[in-house]
């Protein structure tokens, strides 16, 4: 394995990305084992992989939550902190045929330019399409189309102040699975602009983060505030990546339907972690 850390986080995403194809090409009695079966055999290899080459640095992974570190406030106190989402669209891996699910490695660090603290380097790997994107080399963004905005979605969950704002923005609803793959599709340029208000937690968004600001394109929380990693609550309630172009519109028409929703009494950003907690891989 290497030194560089952009090129080890490329490196063990793609390589658990073949651990779970592996696992997905085999008979398994139930869905939900099978879910469980890819949740433990990639958060297994990518801990024991980040243990033998980065020894001195810290975990936060979903299927943990920080155990790797010893203690959250280790993790806290760490100068480097690996987020990964060892199998993140456990849903899609386990239907056959979908390819929107993912694996995700971020480095989190301390630096002189950053001495709080940001992510330098990560990789989102998509198996199921044979493609691995990462700060290693970040993709260059096709050129948009001309058919209108598309906004990709939840498709279990598509909630209802995104289906508002796609109505004011005259944009098209894209239901994909996993946020990782949602993000990938910005990446890819499937799609426009992913935009989600309804919670998550770091590690859905840490490696997709880190490769899309590698990549030029715009991600904040959808206040237009920066969006911050290595939290000693991991729960993040919302975020925006998009174009950077498209980026003063999507707000501007957020803070409209925002103020439409408090007028009437309602509410945009309603994270329902405990919800958000057995339903996280249909994020």
Not at 113 to 136: E, F, K, W, Y
Not at 212 to 231: E, F, K
Not at 264 to 276: F, I, L, M, Q
Request: hydrophobic share 40%; charged share 25%.
């Amino acid at each position: 394995m290497t030194s560089d850390d952009h090129a080890l986080a490329h490196e063990l995403a793609t390589a658990a990305g073949r651990v779970l194809l592996n696992l997905r090409a085999q008979p398994h009695p139930t869905t939900k084992e099978l879910r469980d079966a890819g949740d433990r055999a990639a958060h297994e290899f990518l801990v024991a992989a980040l243990a033998e080459h980065r020894p001195d640095d810290a975990v936060l992974s979903e299927e943990s939550h920080g155990d790797e570190a010893g203690t959250p406030a280790s993790r806290l106190r760490s100068r480097r902190v690996w987020i990964v989402d060892p199998l993140d669209g456990t849903r899609e891996f386990a239907e056959a045929g979908r390819y929107d699910w993912a694996v995700h490695v971020a480095l989190w660090a301390r630096t002189e330019g950053a001495p709080n603290g940001d992510l330098v380097a990560g990789a989102v790997a998509l198996p199921a399409q044979g493609v691995t994107l990462s700060t290693l080399d970040p993709p260059r963004l096709p050129t948009a189309g001309s058919d209108g905005m598309r906004i990709t979605v939840s498709r279990t969950r598509p909630p209802a102040f995104v289906e508002r704002l796609a109505e004011s923005l005259d944009a098209t609803l894209v239901p994909l699975g996993s946020a990782g793959a949602k993000i990938a599709a910005v990446l890819q340029g499937k799609v426009d602009a992913y935009v989600h208000a309804g919670g998550q937690y770091e590690w859905d968004t840490a490696a997709p983060v880190a490769v899309v600001r590698a990549a030029g394109l715009h991600a904040s929380r959808i206040d237009g505030s920066a969006v911050t990693y290595n939290h000693e609550d991991p729960t993040l309630p919302d975020i925006l990546v998009c174009r950077s172009s498209l980026a003063p519109r999507l707000l501007a028409g957020i803070r409209a339907v925002d103020d439409d929703a408090a007028g009437a009494g309602g509410k945009v950003v309603s994270p329902d972690h405990d919800a958000e907690r057995e339903s996280r891989h249909a994020s």
